[in-house]
């Protein structure tokens, strides 16, 4: 049997992005598989008795390390921020290739707590800060130094005793290039540094609570329980930054959602699935229902959706049990089909996202697939023609013809960058200044634009000259050639529109990421949970893949 | 030092803001990160352009012809680049291109270069003493090596090259007689046993 792919005009919906969760393909796990036979290391650990100082650590295999340098500052708590306007943070990190000397060291002792106003260098690979949850970080101190181990229904609540604001990459303020270590095989996966990043930094939270605790009553405190520390992870605030990156870099977007997709293809063309399989499925599915309602927030929109999420997978789970039986023909085909008429959205990519946990067979080849040399599609084939090019618009983009941009709620909204942080920003055009400088991220608004002047342009004209007259429109002939080859490359819905929610947009990356928990404090910007319950770095070399519903 | 990352974004807005349209503009962040990939001063270039621009005129040049002629000003070397990269495979067959007057001739190299990759054909460009050979978007060789590139060039001669040998027949034969001294003669029983097909290919 044949499963086609999913209709990207259906998948590419921001409230369909917007419901997707982690899965075996995110990249934190992938990260963690690439890395589990690396040798990890604290190689320094220079803090005070107030934990404030200088660590490092580090992941080596044969020549290869990347090191990790954590400096931690005292702020006080007015200066502490997670918004980007901030200049301060609890602690500042770097992730550095190779073993840093001490002139690099100091050097970045400089730099790096400056963050975006500080210059690293092309020996820097990734740049972060991170906030202490001062709550958790001094309960779980006063705890230790008692010889107690902290309230566990305030770290559950918590999930983190570090969030960070940002984790920059790929050549920001001076990083390293993507292009200079492109052809490593261990990063061969998106953001995998920035993962190792965020991974050794969650480990500094651990040792650095365990060093506070221990300076405050060395007689009687105690370490942090591993097992305590595994069921926590790394927050992070996020804003809209994110957001503009998937509409920038659209064959990337494609080569993730696709990954998916062909995962999912293949598992419904299964025709008979095994015990163990049928076993590793409803074990993660079960016990990931612990993650659901274990998930706090205030945001009434998200809990709603987790509402409906949790009513959905009861559904689901009776429909599995009773009604249910793995013995036939092409059972995840069955099952999915029963979702996509019975469940809502959330709960449809929720179980999506279960069905790849047995299948690492289907699921291993596709990680290597999920970058992109975006360079190579960079150039328009300008030899095509305005027909060409009207045809693919019209099979590409079906939905987004149909939006009249004439009504101001479908063009309500402009993307922007602010003059005082460079940092994307969204704001009503008919309300504020600025849309003069609008962003390029109005793509439906603009394929739009180009299909009317494609309507009136003649069949045969080639692109080259129809660009002569319409070097405005360049950006989208630019888009609508890369959809003709990756056609989930595109959000099929109007980002600057009256209804959009970015938080959606943030969401569909940081489910690629691996996060969890997602708690929206408003459209624009939300909480995440990322590596909790992961394996600790001592527990690398062999550690259950199910880690994520498991703990 | 500055990553290419942030040479490639901060031109793309800088070329935005001094005019050009978003999709251009990104074309441009791509070529001065190109340029000084390729050991070019195409951020001094690029700034000196957009210093000059507000008060000086220059002419757009949309269609490429075999010769290009400008009464009065000098032709963008963006507009010029944009459009040669997008007519190079209509303009190919000129086989030499010409220009007599380009500002910022340096500009236009980048998407002259990938014009080359494009049709698999070397480009040379020459101008007074200067010249630039352009290999399929893989570098630029050039006889002005960390010296500053003029900002105006007359009479610009642009050559597609044809995908030739540059080296005698006779200089081929004799390397090639030097790596055969690699191979092993073969005797009647390596002849039998060493390769991978029968003696006998008719059954």
């Known amino acids: 049997m044949q499963v086609q792919l999913r209709d990207p005009n259906i998948i590419m919906k921001l409230s369909r992005l917007g419901s997707f969760h982690q899965s075996r393909l995110s990249f934190l796990r992938s990260f963690l598989d690439e890395f589990k036979d690396w040798e990890y290391k604290n190689d320094l650990f220079d803090l005070d008795e107030n934990g404030f100082g200088t660590a490092i650590y580090s992941f080596k295999k044969k020549e290869r390390v990347y090191s990790l340098i954590c400096f931690a500052n005292k702020i006080s708590d007015e200066e502490r921020s997670d918004r980007v306007i901030a200049t301060k943070w609890d602690a500042a990190f770097t992730l550095h290739d190779g073993i840093p000397s001490k002139r690099d060291i100091e050097r970045l002792k400089n730099e790096v707590p400056k963050q975006e106003v500080g210059r690293l260098s092309y020996k820097e690979l990734t740049l972060s800060r991170a906030n202490k949850s001062v709550r958790v970080f001094n309960h779980v101190v006063e705890s230790l130094s008692k010889g107690q181990q902290p309230d566990l229904d305030l770290l559950s609540k918590v999930g983190y005793l570090y969030r960070t604001t940002a984790v920059y990459g790929s050549g920001k303020f001076g990083l390293a290039d993507r292009f200079r270590i492109k052809n490593r095989e261990e990063i061969n996966g998106p953001f995998r540094l920035e993962m190792m990043l965020v991974y050794l930094v969650r480990q500094f939270t651990f040792d650095q609570v365990n060093h506070v605790a221990k300076f405050k009553n060395p007689k009687t405190a105690v370490k942090l329980d591993s097992s305590i520390c595994k069921n926590l992870g790394i927050g992070n605030s996020t804003g809209l930054g994110m957001a503009p990156f998937i509409v920038n870099h659209p064959t990337l977007l494609n080569n993730w959602i696709m990954s998916r997709e062909i995962a999912l293809k293949e598992i419904r063309e299964i025709k008979k699935v095994n015990e163990n399989e049928i076993k590793i499925f409803n074990n993660s599915l079960k016990n990931s229902i612990k993650n659901i309602t274990t998930w706090n927030t205030d945001s009434e929109y998200q809990l709603k959706k987790i509402k409906s999420l949790l009513d959905n997978i009861q559904k689901f789970l009776i429909f599995i049990e009773k009604e249910f039986n793995f013995e036939i023909e092409y059972p995840f085909n069955e099952m999915y089909l029963w979702l996509e008429k019975n469940s809502c959205e959330e709960c449809t990519e929720y179980v999506v996202s279960m069905m790849l946990e047995p299948f690492d067979r289907i699921v291993k080849p596709l990680i290597s697939k999920m970058s992109s040399d975006e360079d190579q599609y960079f150039t328009i084939p300008t030899y095509r023609t305005v027909e060409d090019l009207r045809n693919i618009i019209e099979k590409r983009y079906p939905d987004i013809l149909k939006i009249n941009f004439e009504k101001k709620e479908n063009n309500k909204n402009f993307w922007f960058i602010s003059k005082n942080k460079e940092e994307p920003r969204y704001a009503d055009r008919f309300e504020e200044n600025g849309s003069e400088l609008e962003q390029p991220l109005a793509i439906a608004r603009d394929i739009k634009k180009l299909y009317e002047v494609l309507l009136v342009s003649k069949n045969s004209l080639t692109i080259d000259k129809f660009l002569i007259e319409n070097s405005d429109l360049r950006h989208v002939v630019r888009r609508a050639f890369i959809i003709e080859k990756f056609p989930y490359s595109e959000i099929q819905d109007n980002t600057i529109g009256e209804e959009v929610i970015p938080i959606d947009m943030l969401r569909l990356k940081l489910s690629f990421f691996g996060a969890l928990k997602f708690d929206p404090r408003s459209d624009k910007w939300l909480r995440i949970c990322m590596f909790q319950g992961a394996p600790l770095p001592i527990d690398l070399k062999n550690f259950d893949q199910q880690w994520v519903y498991n703990s | ?203």
């Open chain 2, 1 to 203: 030092m500055k990553s290419l990352s942030e040479i490639d974004t901060t031109s793309k807005r800088a070329s935005r803001a001094a005019g050009f349209s978003w999709g251009v503009s990104e074309e441009i962040g791509k070529s001065i990160r190109l340029l000084e990939l390729f050991g070019f001063q195409g951020v001094k270039t690029l700034n000196q352009y957009y210093e000059t621009k507000p008060n000086q005129k220059f002419e757009n040049l949309n269609l490429i012809n075999e010769k290009n002629i400008s009464e009065n000003n000098s032709f963008c070397p963006i507009t010029l680049g944009v459009n040669f990269l997008d007519q190079i495979r209509s303009i190919e067959k000129f086989k030499v291109i010409t220009f007599n007057k380009v500002a910022f001739p340096l500009l236009m190299l980048p998407f002259l270069s990938r014009s080359s990759e494009i049709i698999g054909k070397k480009i040379n460009v020459k101008f007074d003493q200067i010249e630039f050979l352009l290999n399929l978007n893989v570098n630029i060789s050039s006889n002005i090596l960390n010296q500053s590139c003029p900002i105006s060039a007359e009479n610009i001669v642009v050559s597609i090259l044809e995908n030739e040998d540059n080296f005698s027949e006779q200089e081929w034969k004799s390397l090639y007689k030097l790596s055969e001294d690699t191979f092993v003669e073969e005797t009647d029983s390596l002849k039998e046993g060493a390769a991978g097909a029968g003696l006998t290919d008719n059954d």
